[in-house]
Structure formats: structure tokens, C-alpha cells
């Protein structure tokens, strides 16, 4: 699972995969700032471009990244009270509910499991 925030409407987004995260951020928009990852346990992910979008005469787009660890970037637990939505998805029907993900998420790794 990962998480996404699309930062213009500052909601969260939650994909089944990387590539399904891939797929619907779009490069150009990952490369402007719009949009901030998360792991399953909400350790920050950054994107790492590697094929920089294009900015042609009469259009904009393109450009392919792929999410690596960014152990310097906020958790997402660090970072959720700043978010206002979440969009719909099978996982969680609120913030909270990701919230509590996320805190017994982080319970698990500190204690090993």
C-alpha cells in the first residue's frame, strides 16, 4: 500500500501499489511538488525522476519516477494532521481510521513484529 497526498487539495490518496501510485500521479505534476509518498507504514518516500517531463511548444506532460526511501522527509503520522480529505478507497473510510493504521503500524515495527 502507499499513500499520497495530492498537495494543491491537500487530500490523501491511498493505492494498492507502487505502480498503481505511478500510474496515476502524473510525472510532470510528482516533479512541480503536487503530490508528497508514503510506505504502508507511513515512512516518507520520495521521488526519484528518471526521465525528466517534457515542455513542448503546445504541450506539457511525460516524464517517469520511481518512489525511494527518504528517511530525512516527515512521516506521514508527522505529517496527517495537516491533511483535510481523504479520497475514497477499500482501505479507510476516514483519517482516523488511517491514523490508527498508521500508530499500530508503527507499534509492530518497534517492538519487531
Request: with cysteine; aromatic share 8%.
Amino acid at each position: 500500500m502507499i499513500f499520497a497526498v495530492a498537495t494543491d487539495e491537500s487530500t490523501l490518496f491511498v493505492f494498492d501499489s507502487i505502480a498503481e501510485a505511478i500510474a496515476y500521479c502524473e510525472g510532470i505534476d510528482v516533479e512541480n511538488g503536487g503530490w508528497i509518498f508514503w510506505d504502508d507504514a507511513g515512512a516518507a518516500l520520495k521521488a526519484e525522476v528518471l526521465t525528466p517531463a517534457h515542455h513542448g511548444r503546445f504541450a506539457i506532460g511525460g516524464g517517469t519516477y520511481r518512489l525511494i526511501q527518504a528517511p530525512d522527509k516527515p512521516s506521514l503520522v508527522a505529517s496527517i494532521d495537516r491533511i483535510r480529505h481523504i479520497d475514497s478507497n477499500p482501505h479507510f473510510a476516514t483519517l482516523s481510521a488511517a491514523r490508527d493504521h498508521l500508530k499500530n503500524a508503527r507499534k509492530a515495527s518497534q517492538s519487531g513484529a
